[in-house]
C-alpha cells in the first residue's frame, strides 16, 4: 500500500505542481520537502505502470467506450555524443534534426480521464530493418494491451499523424477497431 500512496504522490505533484519545469527540486518546494525525498518517491517503471493499470480498471469499469491514446514525444539530448539509445530525430518545433530518446505513450481516457498504460522508447530509423513496419506493430501492441485490460470494451483509437499510414488503417478496419 505504501509503493501506491508513493506512486499517487509523486503522480499528484506532477498535475498540481506549476512552477515551470516540473523537476523534483520544484515539487519538493511544493510541499516543503527536498528534491531527494522527491525523487525517492519514483518507483521502477514498471511498478508504476503496473499500479496504473489497475487505477485505470477501477476508474473505467462502468465504462462501455473507451479511447486509446497513442502518442510520441522526443526527449532532446543536444550535447549527448555517446548516450546509449539516442538517435538523430526530427524536431518539428525548431525543424531540424538533433539527438534525442524517442518516448512513445499508451494511454486510455473516457473523455475525462486519461491513464497510461505503457510505454516504449522507440529507436532511430537506423536501427530497423523496417522502420515502418516497427512503427505499425508498437501501435498495434498498444492497441492489443488495452483490449486485455479491458475485453468487454469498445475502443477509438487516436493517433498522433505519424502513427496514420494506409497499413495502419487497413490493419483497423480488418480488427473493427474506431480510429
Same mark, same amino acid.
Given at each position: 500500500m505504501i509503493i501506491i500512496?508513493?506512486?499517487?504522490i509523486y503522480s499528484l505533484l506532477t498535475i498540481l505542481v506549476d512552477a515551470g519545469k516540473r523537476s523534483c527540486e520544484n515539487m519538493g518546494r511544493f510541499i516543503g520537502k527536498s528534491?531527494?525525498?522527491?525523487a525517492r518517491l519514483l518507483r521502477p517503471g514498471l511498478e508504476n505502470l503496473n499500479a496504473s493499470k489497475k487505477i485505470a480498471? /477501477?476508474? @473505467?469499469?462502468?465504462k462501455n467506450e473507451l479511447i486509446v491514446l497513442i502518442d510520441e514525444t522526443t526527449i532532446k539530448k543536444i550535447y549527448s555524443k555517446l548516450m546509449e539509445g539516442t538517435s538523430w530525430f526530427f524536431d518539428t518545433k525548431i525543424g531540424r534534426c538533433l539527438p534525442a530518446y524517442k518516448l512513445i505513450v499508451g494511454?486510455?481516457?473516457d473523455g475525462k480521464f486519461t491513464i497510461p498504460i505503457n510505454a516504449a522508447f522507440n529507436l532511430g530509423?537506423?536501427?530497423?530493418?523496417?522502420p515502418g513496419e516497427a512503427q505499425?506493430?508498437?501501435? /498495434?501492441? @498498444?492497441?492489443?494491451m488495452a483490449k486485455q485490460l479491458?475485453?468487454?470494451?469498445?475502443f477509438i483509437a487516436v493517433l498522433d499523424g505519424a502513427f496514420a499510414t494506409v497499413k495502419y488503417l487497413q490493419?483497423?478496419?480488418e480488427n473493427n477497431i474506431a480510429t
Open positions: 500512496n508513493n506512486i499517487a528534491g531527494d525525498t522527491i480498471k /477501477q476508474i @473505467f469499469n462502468d494511454a486510455i481516457s530509423k537506423e536501427f530497423y530493418s523496417k505499425e506493430y508498437t501501435v /498495434q501492441f @498498444f492497441i492489443k479491458f475485453p468487454l470494451k469498445k490493419w483497423a478496419l
